[in-house]
């Protein structure tokens, strides 16, 4: 895994209104300001693009600036200048080259830059499917348990094969038994690196809760296996094997795990306010940056839109003082110049670059701090 994560400098070709940005003098925070429409989100979209070859917000069609029919992002990462670039074309297709050098899989790449979004559409983590909150999960483990990806794959291939032999006509038993078995046995790995997981980060959670809302007590997380807690997986398999085959898909497993977020007991996405879902998603992302931090696997990069949407003034400066507390390397976006400086720690204003963003072209401006990460 790579130690370099602090982005130097971009070169962002046709990604929304951003038609031909060149941007150098990145440091450690970053602010981006302007109008509305200017081009603030579409940076942190290229940074996006950058580190997961995907889009945050919608299709990669929609990333591509009209009339264009590709959009490349280019980035060097500090200490040790390695060059990242992702092109991704309209119809889907994607190049991705780590110095220089093509590479074959979006999973290499990941691992150069993690980025973690905190914008409006957080909320989701909460108020969303279970997919969303697995994925929020193993996010974390993969930047965290080398082996989990590898087992990952395997558990998808696994259940692939298990749900295309449950939907055959004459039920091959046998060959059920051997990808039931195959199933079990990646299905019960991954699910433990998963729960050791969160096992290290729900007190890093529960810590960082108590600085943001103090006064929400009783906040809880849960992680479900996706299957019976008291079984074996092999065993709930085999318990839902008639269903598993009336129904032609797999009904228990790590596909079915979730992270439960609770307080006082009750499902936080039905109880707690706006601003208090909004602290409670920043808790959860900080929580992991921190975590990666902690066990020596680099700093995450947080791309964080629109900040003080939902949450007053207090309440931006607590997310804002535990941001500037991480090594980690933050882009943020606001309208008003000093929007951020508003929030930001007094004592760390000097680290906040600042970058004018008017109409598809972004500026830096004269007098943020002058020292290059
Ligand atoms: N595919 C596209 N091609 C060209 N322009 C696009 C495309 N998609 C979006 N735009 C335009 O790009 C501009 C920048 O959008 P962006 O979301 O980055 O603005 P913003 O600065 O974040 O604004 P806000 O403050 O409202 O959030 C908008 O004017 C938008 O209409
Ligand atoms: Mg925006």
Redesign the pocket.
């Known amino acids: 895994m790579s130690s370099d994560s602090s982005l130097s400098r971009l070169q962002i070709n046709h990604v ?2 951003l038609l031909g940005v060149r941007l150098e003098g990145i440091q450690r925070v970053n602010v981006f300001f ?10 942190l ?1 290229a940074i996006h693009l950058l580190g997961m070859a995907r889009s945050f917000r919608g299709s990669i069609k ?6 264009q029919d590709h959009c490349t992002v280019f980035g060097a990462l500090e200490p040790r200048s390695t060059t990242l670039g992702v092109q991704r074309g309209v119809t889907g297709e994607v190049k991705i080259k780590i110095a220089g050098s093509p590479v074959r899989t979006v999973a290499e790449l990941v691992e150069y830059l993690p980025v973690q979004v905190i914008n409006a559409d957080s909320f989701n983590l909460l108020t969303g499917s279970p997919g969303a909150r697995r994925q929020y999960l193993d996010w974390g483990v993969f930047h965290v348990e080398h082996r989990f990806f590898d087992q990952w794959q395997r558990f998808q291939r696994g259940i692939k094969q298990r749900n295309k032999l449950l939907r055959r006509v004459k039920m091959p038993t046998e060959e059920l038994a051997v990808w039931t078995r195959e199933l079990a046995q990646s299905g019960e790995v991954l699910s433990g690196y998963r729960e050791s997981y969160f096992n290290r980060l729900t007190p890093r959670f529960i810590e960082i809760m108590a600085q943001l809302a103090p006064s929400l007590t009783g906040l809880e997380l849960r992680y479900r296996k996706g299957w019976d807690k008291q079984l074996e997986y092999q065993q709930a398999l085999e318990n839902s094997t008639i269903t598993d085959i009336e129904q032609g898909y797999t009904h228990v497993g790590p596909q079915r795990g979730d992270v439960r977020v609770l307080t006082e007991g009750h499902v936080a996405a039905d109880t707690l306010s706006r601003g208090q879902q909004k602290l409670v998603v920043c808790g959860l992302k900080l929580a992991q940056g921190q975590l990666m931090a902690e066990m020596g696997r680099g700093n995450c990069t947080y791309l964080v ?2 900040l003080p949407s939902e949450l007053d003034l207090q309440h931006s400066s607590l997310v804002c003082g535990l941001l500037a507390g991480m090594n980690a390397q933050v882009f943020i ?1 606001c ?1 008003h110049q000093n929007d951020i400086q508003a929030v930001w720690p007094e004592e760390k204003q000097q680290e906040l670059a600042m970058f004018h ?1 008017e109409h ?1 072209s972004v500026t830096p401006l004269a007098g943020g701090s002058s020292h290059l990460i």
């Open positions: 929304r209104n302007g109008q509305n429409g200017s081009g603030k989100t579409s940076v979209e929609s990333l591509v600036t009209h009339g839109d629109d976006t309208v963003v598809g």
